[in-house]
Structures are given as structure tokens and as C-alpha cells.
């Protein structure tokens, strides 16, 4: 038809996060929760995510049915079966072509810490767990600033078999541009 298909892919920061902000320690989560590997791995399925170097080597590995894009400044970095990009914006870029050929209608932000920072002022919707217990760690998300969102959903969760703590999942929705 001639007409000019403009995609447009909301970057949605997928986020498990304790009551005092700790999102993990020493490169691994402190907590096991199988009900919200669950939920992360059923909204993340058939979707391209962008995570830092630390979170993906914490991982380890490739996740199935997902393509994932890390972000390094490391320009010698490689991995097997994954996408690397070297700064956000190619990271965007390399996912953004990605969700086009999976069939994606949006892009995953799986962290750590320094990409959940990066990424705030750009994501359109946080899928957040908070995670009913205050916990030591050394990564922290960062506080998404209180008039830029709007809280759209709320289910609050007990502890499922094998949870170590109860939970709440909240779906913050930006109401503006970033500043
Ligand atoms: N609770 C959750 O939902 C959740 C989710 C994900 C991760 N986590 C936790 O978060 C922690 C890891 O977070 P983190 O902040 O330490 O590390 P991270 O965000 O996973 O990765 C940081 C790395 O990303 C690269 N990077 C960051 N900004 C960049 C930029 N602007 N341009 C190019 N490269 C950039 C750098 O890699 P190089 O050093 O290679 O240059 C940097 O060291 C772990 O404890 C993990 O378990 C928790």
C-alpha cells in the first residue's frame, strides 16, 4: 500500500523490589521466589530484554523463547546466544529490531540496578513485585518519582509454595514525559 509503518515498542521495566529498595547482593538475588520467577518469565515470554553485564552473567545463560540484549562498556564482551550492545540507545535500537521480527509489542528492562537507573526516565509502564520483607543487599531500584506515575493495578499476594515472603504486584503507569 506505500503506507510508512511506524512501531512504536514501550520499554517496560520488569522489576522484584523489597520494602526498603534492596533488588539484590553480591550479583544475585537474596530471596526465592518461584511465584514471581513465574510471573517474570510469563510477561517477559516472546519479548526482547535489555539487562547490564552483571545481571546477565548472574543468569548465566540464554533464556528460552526470549532474546536478550546486554549491555556492556566492554568492547572485547562476548556471550553465546545473547546481543550485545555497548551504550542505551543501541541497546534500544538492537531490541527495538528484535521485538519487529519476534512479533513483540514491547521491550523488556530486566535490570540490574544501573539499567533500571538508565532506563527510568524512558519506560512507559514498571511491572513491579514488592517484596514484603526488608532485606541487606547493595543494589537498589531506584524511586520512580511519585508525579510521573500512576499506580493502575494492584493484586496483593501471601507467600506461595516455596515464597519466602509474601507479595504485591503493582503496575505503575507514566502519566508524563520525563522532565
Ligand atoms: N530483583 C530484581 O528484579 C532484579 C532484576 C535484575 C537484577 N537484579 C540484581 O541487580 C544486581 C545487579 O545490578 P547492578 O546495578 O550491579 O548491575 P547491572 O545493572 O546488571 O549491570 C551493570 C553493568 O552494565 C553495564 N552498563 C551499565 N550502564 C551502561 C551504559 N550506560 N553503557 C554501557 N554499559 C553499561 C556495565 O557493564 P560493564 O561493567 O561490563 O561495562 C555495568 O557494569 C544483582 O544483584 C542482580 O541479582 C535484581
Not at 131 to 142: L, M, N
Request: some cysteine; glycine content about 10%; proline content about 6%.
Amino acid at each position: 500500500m506505500g503506507s510508512v509503518e511506524i512501531m512504536a515498542f514501550p520499554l517496560v521495566i520488569v522489576v522484584a523490589v523489597a520494602e526498603n529498595g534492596v533488588i539484590g547482593k553480591d550479583n544475585g538475588l537474596t530471596w526465592r521466589m518461584p511465584s514471581d520467577l513465574k510471573r517474570f518469565r510469563r510477561i517477559t515470554m516472546g519479548k526482547p530484554l535489555i539487562m547490564g553485564r552483571k545481571t546477565f552473567q548472574s543468569v548465566g545463560r540464554p533464556l528460552p523463547g526470549r532474546e536478550i540484549v546486554v549491555i556492556t562498556r566492554d568492547e572485547g564482551f562476548t556471550a553465546e546466544g545473547v546481543h550485545i550492545a555497548h551504550s542505551p540507545k543501541e541497546a534500544v535500537a538492537k531490541a527495538k529490531a528484535l521485538a519487529k521480527a519476534m512479533g513483540a509489542d514491547e521491550i523488556i528492562i530486566a535490570g540490574g540496578g544501573a539499567i533500571y537507573t538508565a532506563f527510568l526516565p524512558c519506560a512507559s509502564r514498571i511491572d513491579l513485585t514488592r517484596v514484603h520483607a526488608s532485606i541487606d543487599g547493595d543494589a537498589i531500584f531506584p524511586s520512580p518519582a511519585q508525579e510521573e506515575w500512576r499506580e493502575t493495578a494492584r493484586e496483593e499476594h501471601a507467600a506461595g509454595p516455596g515464597d519466602d515472603h509474601a507479595f504485591t504486584l503493582i503496575t505503575l503507569s507514566r502519566t508524563s514525559k520525563s522532565p
